[in-house]
């Protein structure tokens, strides 16, 4: 199967096509990158440490806005992922056919993190609801990266909690990610009668190996999925759609919380954070979505984060998972080669300091 890049933006069409081509001939781009530091916990970038967005219109075609057609999006929001949530924000609207249809809902663990998204994005409709790390903090043990251990990256097993009743259903997004196709066909997706979640599914990956040999030695925690729709397979929880009114229902943040009481009090199950205890609960019961929708993987493995290249196939959105993120190797002068496909969406003011 050959490359598609029927979705990306034209100034990086010759790029895409000479890193698919270098790929295919056998050329080496699995180089390490140097990685700076992020910004330190304390430091918050300045309101306007961002260029101001375009306002993003409707187009023709677009139904008169309603409650019926709007497109609801969670992403957290932190000083941390900042740089990587203004891109992702602005790829979405830049690729949709009607962006005023599209409400944010940014889950934050302080409303000042919100400061940059106002003054970046004047016109955009958005909301910004108050995640408390102490509600997770305590469940949350140790994994192999410490990113992955920050209470905010839990915040997605409570958006049924923190949405108003009016959401039924949201797409949520990591902040590592950008956006090359309209976001109204994702949110499109047919959940069925009865399904909770749908995302990209990788049933070519090797499932054990997101679980410990202590899991899969214990006859009763393995055996969690017997009996499933289907084979339990891996799915990122960057790229969700959500039926927010049956997760609430079907009590799913309670059996996530179950599991990670397992990890926490009785034994070592896992360790990629946030990750496990959602396959435990939904591998194998997801409605599977195109894998165009979850070009993930590009930020390298969790340890080395070293670089990667693009799989084969349509691409609609492109995702930086694993250690290394754009932002930095880009700043660092020894980018990955896919890193300049995130770089036109990024909006940072390289010139304006960081607040203290």
Not at 80 to 106: Q, W
Not at 168 to 181: F, G, M, T, W
């Given at each position: 199967m050959g490359y598609s890049w029927a979705w990306l933006p034209a100034a990086v069409l010759l790029l895409a096509t000479t890193h698919a081509m270098a790929a295919a001939s056998g050329i080496q781009t699995t180089e390490a990158a140097s990685v700076i530091r992020p910004p330190a916990a304390t430091a918050r970038y300045s309101p306007g440490a961002f260029r101001e967005a375009p306002a993003f219109r409707n187009g023709d075609a677009c139904a008169s806005p309603s409650s019926s057609s709007r497109v609801h999006i969670a992403m957290t929001l932190d000083?941390?992922?900042?740089?990587?949530?203004?891109?992702?924000?602005?790829?979405?609207?830049?690729?949709?056919?009607?962006?005023?249809?599209?409400?944010?809902?940014?889950?934050?663990?302080?409303?000042?993190?919100?400061?940059?998204?106002?003054?970046?994005?004047?016109?955009?409709?958005?909301?910004?609801?108050?995640?408390?790390?102490?509600?997770?903090s305590?469940?949350?043990?140790?994994?192999?990266?410490?990113?992955?251990?920050?209470?905010?990256?839990?915040?997605?097993?409570?958006?049924?909690?923190?949405?108003?009743?009016?959401?039924?259903?949201?797409?949520?997004?990591?902040?590592?990610?950008?956006?090359?196709?309209?976001?109204?066909?994702?949110?499109?997706?047919?959940?069925?009668?009865?399904?909770?979640?749908?995302?990209?599914?990788?049933c070519h990956t090797n499932f054990t190996k997101y679980f410990t040999d202590a899991f899969w030695s214990d006859a009763n925690l393995s055996a969690t999925f017997q009996h499933r729709r289907r084979r339990p397979c891996y799915f990122n929880t960057g790229v969700m759609v959500m039926d927010v009114a049956r997760w609430r229902a079907g009590g799913y943040s309670r059996r996530v919380e179950e599991w990670m009481a397992v990890q926490k009090q009785e034994k070592r199950i896992y360790s990629l954070g946030s990750l496990p205890p959602y396959l435990l609960v939904l591998a194998g019961e997801i409605m599977p979505v195109d894998h165009r929708w979850n070009q993930h993987g590009l930020g390298g493995d969790n340890v080395e984060g070293r670089c990667r290249s693009l799989h084969p196939g349509p691409i609609s959105l492109l995702h930086w998972s694993g250690k290394g993120k754009p932002w930095l190797r880009l700043d660092s002068k020894k980018p990955c080669a896919v890193d300049h496909l995130w770089a036109p969406y990024d909006l940072y003011n390289a010139a304006t300091a960081l607040e203290d």
């Open positions: 000083a941390t992922y900042l740089r990587g949530t203004i891109a992702a924000v602005f790829s979405i609207l830049r690729h949709a056919a009607c962006p005023e249809d599209i409400t944010f809902h940014f889950l934050a663990a302080h409303h000042r993190d919100a400061d940059a998204v106002r003054h970046t994005f004047p016109y955009l409709d958005y909301r910004v609801h108050r995640f408390d790390p102490a509600r997770v305590a469940r949350i043990s140790r994994s192999v990266r410490t990113a992955l251990d920050q209470p905010l990256n839990y915040a997605r097993i409570y958006l049924a909690d923190m949405l108003p009743r009016s959401v039924a259903r949201v797409i949520y997004l990591d902040s590592d990610l950008v956006v090359v196709d309209d976001i109204h066909k994702l949110w499109s997706v047919d959940l069925g009668p009865d399904r909770v979640v749908a995302a990209p599914e990788y």
